[in-house]
C-alpha cells in the first residue's frame, strides 16, 4: 500500500535551518496520477494549516507566513518531496505532515516534529 514517511525534524535555534523530505513507496511520482503533493503543519491549539504545495509539478502555493522562506520540490527518482525551511522562527514550531493527492484518494504521513527555540 502506500506509505509516506517523513525525516529532518528537530530542535533548531531561531534563524536556523532544516530540510525535511517525505518518501513515498506505493506510488510514483513519474505518473500523472499525482494531482498534488504538499506539507502541513500543526501546533498546539491551532488547527492544520497548508504550508506548500507542488501541484501537476510545476505550481507552487505557500501559506503567507512563509512565503520567502520555505521551499517545496520534489525528486521523481526517489520518489521523494521535500521542504527547504530557511530563516525559522518561533512561530514555525510544529508538527509538519507530507500530503500526496491523487485523483481518488489523498495520502498522510505520520508528521514529524520541528521546534524552533529562541
Known amino acids: 500500500q502506500v506509505q509516506l514517511v517523513e525525516s529532518g525534524g528537530g530542535l533548531v535555534q531561531a534563524g536556523g535551518s532544516l530540510r525535511l523530505s517525505c518518501a513515498a513507496s506505493g506510488i510514483s511520482f513519474s505518473s500523472n496520477g499525482i494531482n498534488a503533493m504538499g506539507w502541513y503543519r500543526q501546533a498546539p491549539g491551532k488547527q492544520r494549516e497548508l504550508v506548500a504545495a507542488?501541484?501537476?509539478?510545476?505550481?507552487?502555493n505557500y501559506a503567507d507566513s512563509v512565503k520567502g522562506r520555505f521551499a517545496i520540490s520534489r525528486d521523481s527518482a526517489k520518489n521523494t518531496v521535500y521542504l527547504q525551511m530557511n530563516d525559522l522562527k518561533p512561530e514555525d514550531t510544529a508538527a509538519y505532515y507530507c500530503?500526496?493527492?491523487?485523483?481518488?484518494?489523498?495520502?498522510w504521513g505520520q508528521g514529524t516534529q520541528v521546534t524552533v527555540s529562541s
Open positions: 507542488l501541484s501537476r509539478g510545476i505550481i507552487t
Open positions: 500530503n500526496v493527492r491523487t485523483v481518488v484518494t489523498t495520502y
